[in-house]
């Protein structure tokens, strides 16, 4: 499966923003990032998502929404599909991703990064990367600053996409 890492945190913690921030980094280098984005409530997916938006004129090569009982390409489906069928969707649609980078997810069992508000506990989930934190914190994991989206990006460039098969 495509190299996936999902991009989690509580409401307003800065999540798109840190993608927003992220993905022009990450083109910039050459890399092709799709995203996903997982809203939990469902809610009306055919008008234009505020958070997608962001994510496309940030660069995403392809943007995906996933709620409960539809997804992105507008397409009818039976339950909520899990996030390694809409990785498949955007893989066989969009050739030469070099990674999809999910916003939500939380209980995806995969590689995450976690967005903290101000205030937050990082949570505690054995796929967990890194956090991404304003001020500094001591974490289980690497914490990188909210305002470098090059750390950031150079953090997905050693631990995920440098992995890759």
């Keep these: 499966m495509l ?4 991009v ?15 993905l022009p980094v990450l083109r910039s280098r050459g890399y092709r990032v799709a995203t996903v984005k997982h809203h939990g409530h469902g809610g009306d997916a055919d008008l234009p998502a505020k958070d997608t938006r962001r994510h496309w004129e940030a660069g995403a090569e ?3 929404l996933v709620c409960p009982g539809r997804m992105a390409v507008w397409r009818r489906v039976e339950e909520e599909p899990c ?7 955007l893989e066989s649609q ?12 939380k209980h995806w ?10 205030g937050g506990e990082v949570w505690e989930d054995p796929d967990l990367l890194a956090v991404v934190v304003r001020t500094p914190l001591a974490a289980p994991v690497p914490a990188l600053p909210a305002d470098d989206p090059q750390a950031v990006a150079d953090f997905l460039e050693r631990h995920v996409l ?4």
Excluded at 3 to 6: E, G, I, K, P
Excluded at 94 to 105: K, N
Aim: charged share 25%; aromatic share 4%.
């Design 8 to 22: 989690v945190g509580w409401s307003d913690s800065g999540k798109t923003t840190l993608l927003e921030r992220v």
């Design 94 to 105: 969009v050739p030469g991703l070099d990674l999809v980078l999910a916003e939500g997810f």
């Design 83 to 89: 996030l390694e069928e809409v990785v498949r969707i």
């Design 62 to 64: 392809a943007v995906a």
């Design 162 to 165: 440098a992995a890759r098969p």
């Design 3 to 6: 190299s996936t890492v999902a």
């Design 109 to 118: 069992a995969g590689p995450k990064i976690e967005v903290l508000g101000d």
